[in-house]
T-cell receptor, first 115, second 114 residues
Framework: AQTVTQSQPEMSVQEAETVTLSCTYDTSESDYYLFWYKQPPSRQMILVIRQEAYKQQNATENRFSVNFQKAAKSFSLKISDSQLGDAAMYFCAFFLMNRDDKIIFGKGTRLHILP | DAGVIQSPRHEVTEMGQEVTLRCKPISGHDYLFWYRQTMMRGLELLIYFNNNVPIDDSGMPEDRFSAKMPNASFSTLKIQPSEPRDSAVYFC????????????FGPGTRLTVT
């Protein structure tokens, strides 16, 4: 069975600094997708960044980038130049699209931005 | 508890047909969410309910989509008429209360519209 682990329930970072959220997962599959989602109080799951497992290059989206280590099954999110609007819950998610579609979320990391 | 239950697991239909997806949340959970998952856009929140009342349906793509929650243990998402671009995996999730961010997801319904 697939699992997703976020070991940091809460983190704080000073505004304009860089923070890294960790995520590890376990699977025996080779073809899957990984996502980081941001969830503000509105509860909307906002896609931050996506990584296809077959791609070796780490995905980047503006201030957000990932460090994808497939062999280590690690998928950390780096936020550069943190902004107050980045404060939210962040969920790492694993998506397997085959005959058994599954989306599995980690328990989340609450990120606080200190002014 | 069996977790969030969705049916059917797979649905193949022709363009123009009506499609109904079903969800049974975890007993005691106050919130129910409907999501659509595509590779390009990831997980999109379509609508969510609190105590059977729709709270936010701003994610519903257009009038062809409708959702109901007639009681605490059952919800439906209906697409009428269906179009090929509706093909996706649709997830239902439930959450305990307003203080809980953790959502429990069902297994999803893979919808294919030809």
């Amino acid at each position: 069975a697939q699992t997703v682990t976020q070991s940091q329930p809460e983190m704080s970072v000073q505004e304009a600094e860089t923070v890294t959220l960790s995520c590890t997962y376990d699977t025996s599959e080779s073809d899957y997708y990984l996502f980081w989602y941001k969830q503000p109080p509105s509860r909307q799951m906002i896609l931050v960044i996506r990584q296809e497992a077959y791609k070796q290059q780490n995905a980047t989206e503006n201030r957000f980038s990932v460090n994808f280590q497939k062999a280590a099954k690690s998928f950390s999110l780096k936020i550069s130049d943190s902004q107050l609007g980045d404060a939210a819950m962040y969920f790492c998610a694993f998506f397997l699209m085959n005959r058994d579609d599954k989306i599995i979320f980690g328990k989340g990391t609450r990120l606080h931005i200190l002014p | 508890d069996a977790g969030v239950i969705q049916s059917p697991r797979h649905e193949v239909t022709e363009m123009g047909q009506e499609v109904t997806l079903r969800c049974k949340p975890i007993s005691g959970h106050d919130y129910l969410f409907w999501y659509r998952q595509t590779m390009m856009r990831g997980l999109e929140l379509l609508i969510y309910f609190n105590n059977n009342v729709p709270i936010d349906d701003s994610g519903m793509p257009e009038d062809r989509f409708s959702a109901k929650m007639p009681n605490a243990s059952f919800s439906t998402l209906k697409i009428q008429p269906s179009e090929p671009r509706d093909s996706a995996v649709y997830f239902c999730a439930s959450s305990l209360d307003a203080r809980s961010y953790e959502q429990y997801f069902g297994p999803g319904t893979r919808l294919t519209v030809t």
